[in-house]
């Protein structure tokens, strides 16, 4: 099979041929369809979030079709199933017994720990799969991680109004439909002088759209943090009312800047999101369909995906870059 791999953090991936995998106890081998091309992916290879091993097959937002089943699998041959960030998790630890298994200390994640969907084929653990409806699995792909993640950070400010999205690209311009759908007003911060991410948003039904240095019309009672921008963090508390909530939503972010206790005074919460739970998927892929989440995509063929990471890492992208093998 071919796949795209990461050699050497700070260089370009390499295509090469491998051996089809075959699948252990527990696991399922998928033809992929798709994988989309997410932030995360660009932290390991330029090393911010350091690849536990190397070689590597980066990609965690997959949509594939079950071509094999290990050991103790039950399944169907055939089947279209998703694939995200989180691989596996022990199932017993405190986090794991109490709904948290996001936060599992021997969780493994997809594209990182494990090989993931930048190839023709994949291995996922079964009991991690997450099943999908049939349709374009280029337009199914971005709900695997901008889709779960952002509904994740979403959901702990699902009853405010108006919400802000802070950086408006893969996952904000997904939440923002799943916003809408739900009677929500929010309202949408882009880089200085992104015209094209202003009008983008604004078409998406946000109530404003404007720059991260701009105040919005009004007080916000929640607020998302999308970009890995740490010197948003303050701007963003400044832009909340007095008990507003503010979501990080990334798993990497510059360095925060010292700022006044002013800010995050008045009952003004800070959270961060990590990875996601098997419950997250449920829930989104129960409300996405109805929306229906639609994202704006970007068809690339697996080899150019150099040129796929190049072009998030500009900021280039509107929407989603998907790989097709």
Same mark, same amino acid.
């Given at each position: 099979?071919?796949?795209? %791999?990461?050699?050497?953090?700070?260089?370009?991936?390499?295509?090469? /041929?491998?051996?089809?995998?075959?699948?252990?106890?527990?696991?399922?081998?998928?033809?992929?369809?798709? !994988?989309? $091309?997410?932030?995360?992916?660009?932290?390991?290879?330029?090393? /911010?979030?350091?690849?536990?091993?190397?070689?590597?097959?980066?990609?965690?937002?997959?949509? *594939?079709? %079950?071509?094999?089943?290990?050991?103790?699998?039950?399944? &169907?041959?055939?089947?279209?199933?998703?694939?995200?960030?989180?691989?596996?998790? !022990?199932?017993?630890?405190?986090?794991?017994?109490?709904?948290?298994?996001?936060?599992?200390?021997?969780?493994?994640?997809?594209?990182?720990?494990?090989?993931?969907?930048?190839?023709?084929?994949?291995?996922?653990?079964?009991?991690?799969?997450?099943?999908?409806?049939?349709?374009?699995?280029?337009?199914? =792909?971005?709900?695997?991680?901008?889709?779960?993640?952002?509904?994740?950070?979403?959901?702990?400010?699902?009853?405010?109004?108006?919400? *802000?999205? #802070?950086?408006?690209?893969?996952? =904000?311009?997904?939440?923002?439909?799943?916003?809408?759908?739900?009677?929500?007003?929010? #309202?949408?911060?882009?880089?200085?002088?992104?015209?094209?991410?202003?009008?983008?948003?604004?078409?998406?039904?946000?109530?404003?759209?404007? #720059?991260?240095?701009?105040?919005?019309?009004?007080?916000?009672?929640?607020?998302?943090?999308?970009?890995?921008?740490? =010197?948003?963090?303050?701007?963003?508390?400044?832009?909340?009312?007095?008990?507003?909530v503010l979501v990080l939503g990334g798993? #990497?972010?510059?360095?925060? +800047?010292?700022?006044?206790?002013?800010?995050?005074?008045?009952e003004r919460q800070i959270r961060s999101?990590?990875?996601?739970?098997?419950?997250?998927?449920?829930?989104?892929?129960?409300?996405?369909?109805? %929306?229906?989440?639609? +994202?704006? $995509?970007?068809?690339?063929?697996?080899?150019?995906?150099?040129?796929?990471?190049?072009?998030? &890492?500009?900021?280039?992208?509107?929407?989603?870059?998907?790989?097709?093998?």
């Amino acid at each position: 099979m071919r796949a795209m %791999v990461l050699t050497e953090v700070g260089r370009p991936l390499v295509l090469r /041929e491998l051996p089809v995998p075959e699948p252990g106890p527990g696991e399922v081998l998928l033809r992929v369809e798709a !994988c989309a $091309v997410c932030r995360t992916d660009l932290h390991i290879a330029d090393g /911010e979030l350091p690849p536990p091993r190397l070689p590597l097959v980066l990609g965690h937002q997959v949509v *594939g079709r %079950v071509v094999a089943l290990g050991e103790g699998v039950e399944g &169907r041959l055939g089947a279209r199933v998703g694939v995200g960030w989180l691989a596996s998790a !022990c199932g017993a630890c405190k986090f794991c017994r109490r709904g948290e298994e996001n936060l599992c200390p021997e969780a493994r994640f997809t594209g990182y720990h494990r090989d993931g969907g930048y190839a023709e084929y994949t291995l996922a653990r079964a009991a991690f799969t997450h099943p999908l409806p049939e349709g374009d699995p280029v337009r199914l =792909a971005p709900w695997m991680c901008a889709g779960l993640i952002g509904f994740r950070s979403y959901r702990f400010v699902r009853d405010r109004d108006p919400i *802000g999205f #802070y950086g408006f690209g893969a996952a =904000a311009h997904l939440l923002a439909q799943v916003a809408r759908y739900e009677g929500k007003r929010f #309202y949408a911060f882009v880089r200085p002088g992104d015209e094209a991410a202003k009008a983008f948003a604004e078409a998406l039904g946000a109530a404003w759209a404007g #720059y991260s240095d701009e105040e919005p019309p009004e007080p916000l009672e929640g607020a998302i943090i999308f970009a890995p921008v740490g =010197a948003l963090v303050p701007k963003a508390l400044k832009d909340l009312e007095p008990g507003g909530v503010l979501v990080l939503g990334g798993i #990497y972010m510059s360095p925060i +800047p010292s700022m006044p206790y002013a800010l995050l005074w008045q009952e003004r919460q800070i959270r961060s999101v990590a990875n996601l739970t098997r419950e997250d998927a449920r829930l989104f892929l129960e409300v996405a369909p109805k %929306v229906p989440v639609v +994202p704006e $995509v970007e068809r690339l063929p697996l080899e150019v995906a150099n040129e796929a990471l190049e072009a998030l &890492r500009q900021g280039r992208l509107r929407g989603s870059a998907v790989l097709v093998p």
